[in-house]
């Protein structure tokens, strides 16, 4: 079992940077792929980016290629997200989740966090 929590979230105009942490318990945090995933009202949830167990590669959705940052601090069990240059259309809930590969689909998911909300303004 796994316990995942997110922070980080909150209200940033349009251009502005917030960075997210998932924290995780439970389980050595080093076995898993992590990705991050995020829903917006009315919408089904969409893969954001997602990192390796070691971190030593990255996948992202082409929305946020190049804006967006993840990256992974095994030793203190937290996966960050970094996010530059938002826009409105970022706005949504932010979740973590293990993986049993730093994959899209997230079937390939098995633990998620409660989410963390982010607000872009314009």
């Known amino acids: 079992q796994v316990q995942l929590v997110e922070s980080g979230g909150g209200l940033v105009q349009a251009g502005g940077s917030l960075r997210l942490s998932c924290a995780a318990s439970?389980?050595?945090?080093?076995?898993?792929?992590m990705g991050w995933f995020r829903q917006a009202p009315g919408k089904e949830r969409e893969f954001v980016a997602a990192?390796?167990?070691?971190?030593?590669?990255?996948i992202y959705a082409d929305s946020v290629k190049g804006r967006f940052t993840i990256s992974r601090d095994n030793a203190k069990s937290t996966v960050y997200l970094q996010m530059n240059s938002l826009k409105p259309e970022d706005t949504a809930v932010y979740y973590c989740?293990?993986?049993?590969?730093?994959?899209?689909?997230?079937?390939?998911?098995?633990?998620w966090g409660q989410g963390t909300q982010v607000t872009v303004s314009r």
């Open positions: 990192i390796t167990r070691s971190g030593g590669s990255t």
């Open positions: 989740a293990t993986g049993r590969s730093a994959a899209v689909a997230p079937s390939w998911y098995d633990y």
């Open positions: 439970g389980r050595t945090f080093s076995v898993y792929a």
